[in-house]
């Protein structure tokens, strides 16, 4: 077993950030999204919805924003789970790359944000064959130029995948950087179900909506009344009514990142995430792959997607984003 990562000690919250929960906290809720929607305000103003074909009858939507003076550079950038395109994280980092020039794409995943309609099937997190056909359909939106991309907690773990995939699907990908992105399914099934009683509810609620929707766009095809309470219960029932694995267990272990699933990668990609994620137990670090080509970055504190040094402005992990895209 390899060592642990070294931590970095760039990070350094005020003592009233240091805590796992605050910090995971404020990175989703509302306490910093009415300054991020003012300042994402031109970003909004200038977004064009696409539509994008990504192969097996799938329809993927995002939204492009294209700066008045560009600098030829793309990203994309990916929310986690139960997250969309007008999540406060993805909001405040497209802004800042809309700012500084780049053409940014807000992709939703299937039945993320309002596009429970676009597709009969339900989603799952081992729908990777379409995200790497959202990404080929924007390449050639773009003529063939190289993408970067930046994924949140299950879209880190997306694009991580996509990006050890890219010899096979010929997708030109000039970067990509997952922040905070899950590791090992299981381990962050067992952490949500141990840790502060708030998220594993949370999530549970948000997933209810979202079924809901789905159920109204797809009268007849769906029955969620039965699928269960807790997160467990509500992924395993669904797993095995909804899509091909046999069971709880081989549908984790299909987007786990761990063992060999990134030895292929030859794209240059980072992982940050911290310490005291309590959704994502660090550990799942040593069990990764480690091509040349990915850099890991471990701070002591920032929770989960948070990095948050000050209630307003920019956060360490859009630093560090910006500075990895060369835009620091």
Known sequence: MPPPDPVSEEFRPPLWLRNAHVQSILATTFVRRGAIE??????????????????????????ISSPPRGNGRIVVVL??????????YVLSLAQLLFERGFEVVRLNLRDHGETHHLNRELFHSCRLPELIGALGALQRHFHGRRLSAVGYSLGGNFLLRAAASAGESGLALERVIAVSP?????????????A?????????????????KKQAAWPGSYDFDDVGTGLREMTERLVLRHSEFASLEDYLNGYSVTGARLAALSVPADILTSQDDPMIPVGGLEHIARPASLTVTVTRYG?????????????????FVLARLGAG
């Open 303 to 319: 929770g989960h997607c948070g990095f948050i040094e000050r209630l307003a402005g920019i956060t360490w992990a859009e630093r």
């Open 196 to 212: 502060m009683p708030g998220y594993q509810g949370f999530f549970v609620r948000k997933w209810r909506r979202s079924l809901r």
């Open 182 to 194: 899950v590791l090992d399914p299981t381990a962050t099934l067992i952490a949500l179900e141990s």
């Open 38 to 63: 003012l300042r994402a305000a031109p970003l909004v103003a200038a977004q064009r919805e696409r539509l994008l074909e990504c192969g097996a009858g799938v329809t993927l939507q995002c939204f």
């Open 79 to 88: 929310h986690g789970w139960e997250g969309s395109h007008e999540s406060i």
